[in-house]
């Protein structure tokens, strides 16, 4: 389970603000990414000085608002009846 950890804290500090956005952003639409594998590494490099919390948490919120906005105009273009 550390091995996981590590990766993912390492995964998340090495995509930066971009893979947090992006990751979310799948997330909130068809892929399955859990946001509870995005953002507590997030938080964790946002407490160690390596991120700041704010951005953090700008590019997670916009991320999935962007991801849920793409699915639906996405459902809504290509499922007319």
């Not at 962007?66 to 809504?76: I, P």
Request: aromatic residues 12%; proline residues 7%.
């Amino acid at each position: 389970m550390h091995n996981l950890i590590n990766w993912l804290v390492e995964s998340i500090g090495a995509r930066g603000y971009p893979g947090i956005f992006l990751l979310m952003a799948m997330e909130s639409s068809v892929i399955p990414v859990p946001s509870e594998l995005v953002m507590p590494p997030a938080g964790y490099l946002v407490q160690a000085g390596k991120m700041d919390m704010l951005v953090v948490i700008f590019c997670g919120a916009f991320g999935s608002l962007f991801g849920a906005y793409l699915n639906y105009f996405v459902r809504l273009n290509c499922c007319k009846p």
